[in-house]
């Protein structure tokens, strides 16, 4: 059993790449914490800082709530489990799995009963003969895994284990990782760019940007209530719907956002009419998640959207259409702006925000909004079809124009 702490962890490359930016997080005793986040945001880089692999160019590491980051990658009882297996090809199964023991002087007789063991529970006991050539993607994935249970780590840094793999085997491992790591009770520490990896594995969830730590908490917590812009598009299928709005707030009565040429009305008895209030007058953006829409024939002014079928996607099992809603669309991802950092701003911050922001082609990329509905499998839609969506008030995010969430006590 082990807790990992990251205390203002930064990474500078020699040529001067920030690949982790002041993260602080902790990992509790036998949590699985997933690292999520695309390609060079940072997650592989702050493994190697905790397995000992990469120095921190500022901050402390505390394995156990001891000072770790001088110890040596021996010394730090951590195994790692890397994308592409590392396993020696010249090794049979059994080699493999138990050469870390080998290293550390175990009996051979032990060696022989935690690698018979190990190699039962994930399946591969009869494969114990085989060389790594002679065995699938899955099988080898199984074997490093072993490699690294039967070392019976305080850590476990498990870096994309499943990416090299297809769907349906991902799938099938993910849930294996999941049960087998929460048997085991070890601490982990699990990199991935895959959403619904993380969703799975995750006890919590640690998302980053460009080397900055957007969110962190439960998958129910991170998708349900976002902390920033791009953590909500980041997470979900289809991905949510992200609306430039104009606020106009009517005291002790609504607030409106003004989307496009439509209105959806936030109640006054709403907790986050009073934070929405302190925009009147400015965008923001309104996040929409498909489960919030629902096709209706009629429905209450400021609760209703309508919009034309622009085109459908059928998926077996549902449908998604399309509407054009008359509004525009905020893309998240801005590849020329600074990851942002969640944080309240005082109101005269925001109007500096907007003066420096002009509209065209501002912070964020605007396009006409195409607004994602899930229907039934198949339904007889024609498009060009008018139709009219009932808005689940409640299920709304906010964001201002940084990208950072916009409700007082968020989490």
Request: net charge neutral; charged share 20%.
């Amino acid at each position: 059993m082990s807790t990992v702490g990251l205390k203002s962890i930064t990474k500078t490359f020699p040529d001067g790449t920030i690949a982790v930016d002041n993260v602080s997080l902790d990992v509790r005793d036998g949590e699985v914490l997933v690292l999520l986040g695309p390609s060079g945001c940072g997650k592989s880089t702050l493994l190697r800082i905790v397995a000992g692999l990469e120095d921190p160019t500022s901050g402390e590491l505390f394995i156990d709530g001891a000072p770790a980051s001088d110890l040596p990658p021996r010394e730090r009882q951590v195994a790692m489990v890397f994308q592409d297996y590392a396993l020696y090809p010249h090794l049979t199964v059994a080699g493999n799995m138990s050469f870390p023991l080998q290293l550390a002087g175990v009996d051979p007789a032990e060696q022989a009963e935690r690698v018979a063991g190990v190699a039962s529970a994930l399946g591969i006991g009869e494969l114990l003969h085989r060389k790594p050539h002679q065995l699938s993607g899955g099988q080898r994935q199984r074997v490093a895994m072993g490699r690294a249970i039967v070392r019976r780590p305080r850590l476990f840094l498990m870096d994309e284990p499943l990416s090299s793999l297809d769907s349906g085997l991902r799938a099938e491992l993910r849930a294996e990782i999941s049960a087998m790591v929460r048997e085991l009770g070890i601490t982990t520490l699990y990199v991935t760019h895959d959403q619904a990896e993380a969703l799975t594995v995750a006890d919590r969830v640690a998302i980053l940007r460009r080397g900055v730590l957007q969110d962190l908490g439960t998958p129910s917590e991170v998708y349900s209530r976002p902390a920033t812009m791009y953590v909500a598009a980041l997470l979900g299928t289809p991905k949510i719907n992200l609306l430039e709005a104009v606020v106009h707030a009517h005291l002790d009565s609504r607030v409106a956002l003004r989307i496009g040429e439509q209105e959806l009305d936030v109640p006054w008895a709403d907790h986050r009419a009073r934070a929405l209030a302190r925009y009147h007058g400015e965008r923001i953006v309104v996040g929409i998640r498909s489960e919030a829409l629902t096709p209706v024939a009629e429905g209450p002014v400021g609760a209703t959207l309508r919009g034309r079928v622009r085109y459908v996607e059928h998926h077996g099992h549902e449908t998604l259409a399309y509407l054009d809603i008359g509004a525009f669309a905020v893309q998240a991802d801005d590849p020329g702006g600074p990851a942002v950092m969640p944080q309240p701003k005082r109101w005269w911050q925001r109007r500096a925000a907007q003066v420096s922001t002009p509209a065209e082609p501002g912070r964020h990329q605007r396009k006409p909004a195409e607004l994602a509905v899930r229907l039934a499998a198949y339904p007889a839609l024609v498009t060009g079809e008018p139709m009219t969506i009932g808005v689940a008030l409640g299920q709304l995010h906010f964001f201002d124009w940084s990208g950072t969430r916009i409700d007082s006590g968020w989490r």
